[in-house]
């Protein structure tokens, strides 16, 4: 291999570039882990004072948005966790009177999940953050638009071709 790339330029080039994406695609995932880690202890605490986790206002915002649609299984999808994390999750939100769990049939296990007042009223006071409008404040719509569609299709590559 090594008289390969002695006698041979373009290979050499061509591994010398294989190591510089190599090590670009490195330092990108570095950044992305350092920014999203940032964001989640800055939004963590803020939250703190409500006594809200960021994870659970997560699973309250897409409970939510899924509205009827939400179930065990929709919500452990749109939050990209597993069906049985969720669950113990909806279990403990439930004992602390944010969601109801309901059975959609009395004939299936199939639970749906609801927003209670509780629950309302923390997405509520959640919502309003300084703290994200503080960290995206700088970006022009240009840039936002830019960020958005590049990590769209990151997560898209990711869907189409888990590693």
């Given at each position: 291999m090594?008289?390969?790339t002695r006698r041979n330029p373009k290979r050499?080039?061509?591994?010398m570039e294989n190591q510089n994406l190599?090590?670009?695609?490195?330092?990108?995932?570095?950044?992305?882990?350092?920014?999203n880690h940032s964001i989640i202890l800055a939004r963590q605490k803020e939250l703190n004072q409500y006594h809200i986790p960021v994870r659970q206002y997560q699973v309250l915002r897409t409970i939510q948005e899924?509205?009827?649609r939400a179930t065990l299984t929709q919500l452990a999808k749109s939050v990209e966790r597993k069906v049985h994390v969720i669950s113990k999750q909806a279990v403990s939100m439930e004992r602390d009177g944010l969601i109801r769990r309901?059975?959609?049939?009395?004939?299936?296990?199939l639970l749906k999940l609801e927003l209670t007042d509780k629950g309302i009223e923390v997405i509520k006071i959640?919502?309003?953050?300084?703290?994200?409008?503080?960290?995206?404040?700088?970006?022009?719509a240009e840039e936002?638009?830019?960020?958005?569609s590049a990590l769209n299709r990151i997560l898209s590559?990711?869907?189409?071709?888990?590693?």
């Open positions: 090594v008289t390969q050499k080039l061509e591994l190599a090590e670009s695609n490195f330092k990108l995932w570095a950044l992305i882990g350092r920014v899924l509205g009827s309901i059975k959609n049939t009395p004939k299936t296990n959640a919502r309003q953050s300084n703290t994200i409008d503080s960290i995206f404040s700088f970006l022009s936002r638009q830019q960020m958005e590559n990711l869907k189409d071709d888990p590693v």
